[in-house]
């Protein structure tokens, strides 16, 4: 095998004894995460793959770690994930990084890890922060099952018809989100599931300015639009799945509720999503 399986030659070679492609975790934000193996594998390697080399430049400057940088971004990852591969061939260690948090989770990396693995290079993880997965962990909404969706859609018409398609959703929704769209996502988050959904914002995880909010996604939405200080850093937005025995009708009467609600009275935004969905008028408000 040479893609997901862990039986492959390259997974069975001893450690230290063939070249390796190192994917490498590094901080959020605290440069107190990086760990010691991290470190250790980033002096080892006989350069670093970063998606913005002046970025990771200071990170290892912070460490005093001096090594050749090969940028590895988006635009170039194709064209230049043969030339590393042919290092690794030739016996060089690599180390590949992104800006923050683990490679390949809303970051470059992908092509490269796929083209090593077929030639057969053994590829080993440095685990470490990971926003998403910081955010989960301490956001209080089941976890047990989940799905991760990064970054929605960036013009509104995708955004909500990708969140529309989300509103039955049973497990919990993990998105990533910057300071310039995050009130107009949420705007669109309680159009799609309904103002009541449980729901975490995770903003700046492990700086300063840490801030970790819960409620229903009305009120989050409220109190972003209200402080300009909390539209500020990275965000993380998980929002709770919706029940298991949740009526399709229900879901879609309570989204039609949302968005009728927006331009009609109440009553007659309720009356309009019960006739359109086929749910009971009771069972659209709340919930
Ligand atoms: N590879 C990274 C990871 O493992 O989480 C994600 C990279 S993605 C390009 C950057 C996005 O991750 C940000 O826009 C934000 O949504 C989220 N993010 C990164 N750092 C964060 C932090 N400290 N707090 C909250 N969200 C963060």
């Known amino acids: 095998m040479t893609t997901a399986g862990t039986t492959s030659v390259a997974a069975h070679a ?9 994917v490498v975790a590094t901080p959020i934000g605290n440069l107190g995460d990086l760990s010691p193996r ?15 080399t002046r970025h990771t430049r200071q990170l290892l400057a912070h460490y005093g770690v001096e090594k050749p940088l090969v940028a590895l971004h988006e635009h170039n990852e194709d064209a ?77 018409g995708a955004r ?21 769209r995050i009130a107009d996502a949420l705007a669109d988050m309680v159009l799609a599931f309904g103002s009541d959904r ?46 298991e025995d949740a009526d399709a009708r229900i879901v879609e009467g309570r989204r039609l509720y949302a968005v009728l609600g927006q331009h009609l009275p109440p009553s007659t935004a309720a009356k309009l999503a019960a006739e359109l969905s086929g749910a009971p008028r009771k069972a659209l408000y709340g919930g």
């Not at 001893?14 to 190192?22: F, S, V």
């Not at 991290?38 to 913005?52: F, H, M, R």
């Open 80 to 156: 230049l994930a043969e030339r590393l591969v042919a290092r690794l061939v030739a016996g060089e260690s690599l180390a590949l990084v992104s800006d923050a948090g683990t490679p390949l989770v809303s970051d470059p990396g992908f092509r490269l890890v796929r083209a090593a693995r077929i030639a057969g290079i053994r590829v080993s993880p440095l685990p470490g922060p990971c926003a998403f997965i910081a955010a989960l962990s301490a956001a209080g909404l089941p976890s047990d099952r989940f799905v991760f969706e990064g970054f929605l859609p960036a013009k509104a």
């Open 14 to 22: 001893a450690p230290g004894t063939r070249a390796t492609l190192y």
């Open 198 to 243: 449980p729901a975490v914002i995770a903003r700046e995880l492990t700086k300063l300015f840490e801030t970790v909010l819960d409620g229903g996604l009305g009120d989050l939405h409220a109190t972003i639009v209200a402080d300009p200080n909390q539209r500020k850093g990275e965000f993380v937005v998980l929002v709770q799945g919706a029940a």
């Open 160 to 180: 909500r018809e990708r969140l529309r398609q989300l509103a039955a959703e049973t497990r919990t929704l993990a998105f990533y989100e910057s300071s310039h």
């Open 38 to 52: 991290a470190l250790d594998v980033l002096k080892s390697v006989a350069a670093i793959c970063a998606e913005d």
